[in-house]
């Protein structure tokens, strides 16, 4: 009984442009949320957090936002760039994280 | 450098034939923590502890144990391993349970059982 879905298992989008990720949970109980890269033969790396008691938060070239009442939350890269390739993770934390299946993202030149 | 190390990073075993992972981390995180990471499903937590001689299960716990005695090291221990358990294990450390930063994970562990 996965709390995190992450419904796309793909990605591909060309380099310069908008990469959207989406990830979507049950628990309304998770305090926030966590986006994890990894690359292959690596451990993941965290990327990005945000607040449940925040819609949005940037850093860089990676913002994401939350949707509460949809139990949503996504996150842009832009402009996606090669050395984004790679598999995203969605995660969620109440008293222990939750993680999604992953997205791998593929960046074409 | 801050960095959680396991060792080893791969790994074929028999079935039935114990085996420990080991993980141990530099930065005087309290919290530490054991995924699996399988093909659509990924990472599920295996056992946490939140401080020396503190740990619990996590959402899938069958088959492992661990244990806790220093602040740095978290082994994984298979005591009989089977065939589905072959997996892509990660440790993780924080500085607690609920760190907005992020956990640091190690490299991996891949093993295999046959």
């Known amino acids: 009984d996965q709390q995190v879905k992450q419904n796309s298992p793909s990605l591909s989008v060309q380099e310069g442009r908008i990469s959207i990720l989406n990830c979507d949970y049950t628990?309304?109980?998770?305090?926030?949320f966590l986006w994890y890269k990894k690359y292959p033969a690596e451990g993941p790396t965290f990327l990005i957090s945000i607040s449940s008691i925040k819609d949005k938060n940037e850093d860089g070239r990676f913002t994401v936002f939350l949707n509460k009442s949809a139990k949503h939350l996504s996150l842009h890269i832009v402009p996606s760039q090669p050395g984004d390739s790679a598999v995203y993770f969605c995660a969620a934390f109440d008293y222990k994280l939750s993680f999604g299946a992953g997205t791998t993202v593929t960046v074409r030149a | 450098e801050a960095q959680v190390t396991q060792n080893p990073r791969y790994l074929i075993t028999v079935t039935g034939k114990k085996l420990t992972v080991t993980c141990s981390q530099n930065m005087n995180h309290e919290y530490m923590s054991w995924y699996r990471q399988d093909p659509g499903l990924g990472l599920r937590q295996i056992y946490y502890?939140?401080?020396?001689?503190?740990?619990d299960k996590g959402d899938v716990p069958e088959g492992y144990k661990v244990s806790r005695k220093e602040k740095r090291n978290f082994p994984l221990i298979l005591e009989s391993p089977s065939p589905n358990q072959t997996s892509l294990y990660f440790c993780?450390?924080?500085?607690?349970?609920?760190?907005?930063?992020?956990?640091?994970f190690g490299q991996g562990t891949r093993l295999t059982v046959v």
């Open positions: 502890s939140m401080n020396v001689e503190v740990t």
């Open positions: 628990n309304s109980m998770f305090d926030y």
């Open positions: 993780a450390s924080s500085l607690s349970g609920g760190s907005s930063q992020g956990a640091f």
